[in-house]
T-cell receptor, first 113, second 113 residues
Framework: KQEVTQIPAALSVPEGENLVLNCSFTDSAIYNLQWFRQDPGKGLTSLLLIQSSQREQTSGRLNASLDKSSGRSTLYIAASQPGDSATYLC????????????FGTGTSLTVIP | DTEVTQTPKHLVMGMTNKKSLKCEQH?????MYWYKQKAKKPPELMFV???????INESVPSRFSPECPNSSLLNLHLHALQPEDSALYLC????????????FGDGTRLSIL
């Protein structure tokens, strides 16, 4: 069964700092990998989707990379802002299970003004 | 505003009550999902509907009964729930296969007395 792990579990940085969140998965037979943010008590907001054939995707201050062979993805956040404070989750879509998405354990980010 | 709408936002019910959670999307997506999320944990998949047919049931207790009346609507019928079923219930949709991103609603916060 696919296992998705995110490190660190929690991260606290001063405003303006660049930061990297990590996601690792055990089975490289994936369709895609999706990064989400979740504010407390809210649903998930999709940030970026990387197809298995792609290496990276960018949206504004966010850049996500994918190394499928090593089972790793990173989410790079440039010039962090207090509004970036949230929990960040990665999820992989598994090839041999169709519509099933496996979520990582999440990283709780706090950006200090 | 989210493109996946869930109602109600909050629900408090006793263990003998029967209630339903509703989810609606008008993006033409053909796959819809129910997830359960406990505090500080990632979402756990419960059910997947693909083209209005139940395709995945993650061994969920029968006190949870999903229903997909049409391609835009997804219901979760609740009966005789236990206190440990208190959680955030999230609905998501995607275009149809694991290749496309998932879009989430804001969830229903369920409390069982």
């Amino acid at each position: 069964k696919q296992e998705v792990t995110q490190i660190p579990a929690a991260l606290s940085v001063p405003e303006g700092e660049n930061l990297v969140l990590n996601c690792s998965f055990t089975d490289s037979a994936i369709y895609n990998l999706q990064w989400f943010r979740q504010d407390p008590g809210k649903g998930l907001t999709s940030l970026l989707l990387i197809q298995s054939s792609q290496r990276e995707q960018t949206s504004g201050r966010l850049n996500a990379s994918l190394d499928k062979s090593s089972g790793r993805s990173t989410l790079y956040i440039a010039a962090s802002q207090p509004g970036d404070s949230a929990t960040y989750l990665c999820a992989v879509s598994q090839r041999n299970t169709g519509n099933q998405f496996y979520f990582g354990t999440g990283t709780s980010l706090t950006v200090i003004p | 505003d989210t493109e996946v709408t869930q109602t109600p936002k909050h629900l408090v019910m006793g263990m003998t009550n029967k209630k339903s959670l509703k989810c609606e999307q008008h993006m033409g997506h053909r796959a819809m999902y129910w997830y359960k999320q406990k505090a500080k944990k990632p979402p756990e998949l419960m059910f997947v509907y693909s083209y209005e047919k139940l395709s995945i049931n993650e061994s969920v207790p029968s006190r949870f009964s999903p229903e997909c009346p049409n391609s835009s609507l997804l219901n979760l019928h609740l009966h005789a729930l236990q206190p440990e079923d208190s959680a955030l219930y999230l609905c998501a949709s995607s275009q149809g296969t694991g290749l496309q991103p998932q879009h989430f609603g804001d969830g229903t916060r369920l409390s069982i007395l």
